[in-house]
């Protein structure tokens, strides 16, 4: 291989964000690092705890420069605590409060962690404004479903994260919160006029641009007036001419995963990799199944682009100079003292009861399961209700006759996360109360659904501090 083929694969690494199985950096990672890859993305199965993920990043920094990224949003996502629950409420808690100091403070706190542990860039905050009550993906992770709310609190969380080094990426740009389609699975589509978008959709987007938002993460999303039919990642109209020209935005573009359906089920994984190049990203993230053979494939593709010109060289020139600012942001690794508590008080604050609780006896806790969706995977939820005696059950498998008899005679809590988007949740909650209106129903998710009767808190999340909050409440 000739020098300037070198050159020219180097560049074509370093547009990657790769992911890999494990707690320890496989061989594969630290040699494509030190040949020029961009860095990584970590999931919850990388982690095991603070010292397990210093000691990765560690090793990662120690054979290049890696944007080392990963989600964590508080709440419902997080990777840090993915395996016993964040101690942080997400954005649905934060926008209830409508405390911009507080949302602040609670990101620069995440933040805090994830630099103690060498995380560089955390693909947050969510800055998409969930006008779709049944939206499958967003929900929780957004502030809310005002515009207003949810740029401040976006400008805010950016403020927050970045006041400790902590690249902000906010997503899923131009907007995924008037979807009802998971763009994990296919291609959602928005389609509003411009007027709409630029009133609505792009307002969160603008205001963290001005605030100096280092990083934006792309939506799977069509939105007709701008892109056709194709997912906006791929759309030069809304990378280059409305983010880049419009927008005036400087920083870098990431993608959201390539290898989400929406991507991989229309042009291929790097297919889909030569075309958001082309269209204006920086930075790719790959998501968490690409191998190592799909990603000398993608390099090998890119490569071959720049060759036939399907790629500009200046494309990926540019590219490599917005990353490199980037980088040159970060600095040198520094420790800023986390906020204890704070994650517990903003729970506290946004937790929310509706009717009067009655006090505790011998509590019966039935938790209705609800599927997690593919952003949040199998991280824990539920009530840890002290001297409780706890049914986690599906609702198909649910007889309500059976659990009201479990019940008698004794104090009934029931369990759900965004009720309003599942039917049989729904009708097993509403048999239950009617027999029970002494009962108490607590949301985890949206409270956008609630019972006739019952004494009904809502958590605006179900992260371990909403949970703490809720189980607060019922104690006091």
Not at 152 to 159: I, K, L, M, Q
Not at 173 to 198: E, K, M, N, Q, Y
Not at 374 to 397: C, F, H, N, Q, S
Not at 427 to 443: F, G, K, N, Y
């Amino acid at each position: 291989m000739s020098q300037s083929d070198r050159g020219l694969r180097r560049l074509a690494a370093g547009t990657l964000l790769v992911a890999f199985r494990g707690t320890t950096a496989p061989d594969w990672v630290l040699r494509e690092l030190e040949a020029g890859l961009g860095g990584v993305t970590l999931f919850g199965f990388n982690v095991a705890d603070p010292a397990q993920l210093s000691d990765l990043t560690t090793t990662l920094k120690g054979a290049g420069e890696p944007v080392i990224s990963l989600d964590e949003e508080g709440g419902d996502v997080t990777r840090l605590a993915y395996h016993v629950g964040s101690p942080y409420p997400g954005n649905a808690a934060l926008g209830a409060v409508d405390d911009v100091e507080l949302t602040h403070r609670v990101y620069q706190a995440i933040g805090s962690e994830l630099a103690a542990c060498g995380v560089n860039l955390d693909m947050a905050p969510d800055a998409d404004v969930n006008t779709a009550d049944d939206n499958p993906v967003i929900g929780t992770r957004s502030f809310g479903n005002d515009t207003a709310l949810v740029a401040r609190h976006t400008v805010a969380a950016v403020r927050g994260l970045q006041s400790v080094n902590v690249a902000a990426c906010v997503k899923h740009f131009p907007g995924h919160g008037a979807t009802r389609v998971d763009s994990h699975l296919a291609v959602p589509v928005v389609d509003v006029s411009l007027d709409v978008l630029r009133e609505r959709e792009l307002v969160p987007f603008h205001a963290a641009i001005k605030a100096g938002a280092k990083s934006v993460m792309t939506a799977h999303v069509a939105v007709p007036v701008i892109t056709g039919d194709q997912p906006a990642t791929l759309s030069a109209a809304a990378l280059t001419e409305l983010l880049r020209g419009e927008l005036g935005y400087e920083g870098v573009v990431i993608t959201d995963a390539l290898d989400m359906h929406a991507i991989t089920e229309s042009v291929g994984l790097a297919g889909g990799a030569v075309r958001t190049l082309a269209a204006g990203s920086d930075l790719l993230c790959l998501g968490p199944v690409p191998t190592y053979d799909d990603v000398r494939q993608i390099i090998a593709e890119i490569v071959a682009a720049v060759d036939d010109g399907r790629v500009p060289l200046s494309r990926l020139e540019e590219a490599a100079a917005r990353v490199a600012g980037l980088r040159a942001w970060f600095g040198s690794d520094t420790a800023t003292a986390v906020e204890k508590g704070i994650g517990l008080d903003a729970a506290r604050r946004a937790v929310s009861v509706t009717g009067s609780t009655n006090p505790l006896r011998d509590p019966l806790v039935i938790e209705i399961d609800t599927p997690p969706t593919i952003a949040v995977g199998d991280v824990p939820w539920g009530l840890d209700l002290p001297r409780a005696e706890t049914v986690r059950l599906k609702p198909a498998d649910a007889d309500p006759d059976t659990l009201l008899r479990r019940a008698h005679g004794r104090s009934l809590v029931v369990v759900v996360k965004d009720a309003h988007r599942y039917t049989d949740s729904r009708d097993l909650v509403t048999a239950l109360v009617s027999a029970r209106p002494d009962a108490t129903v607590i949301e985890m998710g949206l409270p956008i659904w609630r019972p006739d009767s019952a004494a009904y808190i809502a958590t605006y999340g179900a992260a371990r501090a909403n949970a703490q909050a809720a189980v607060e409440l019922l104690t006091a």
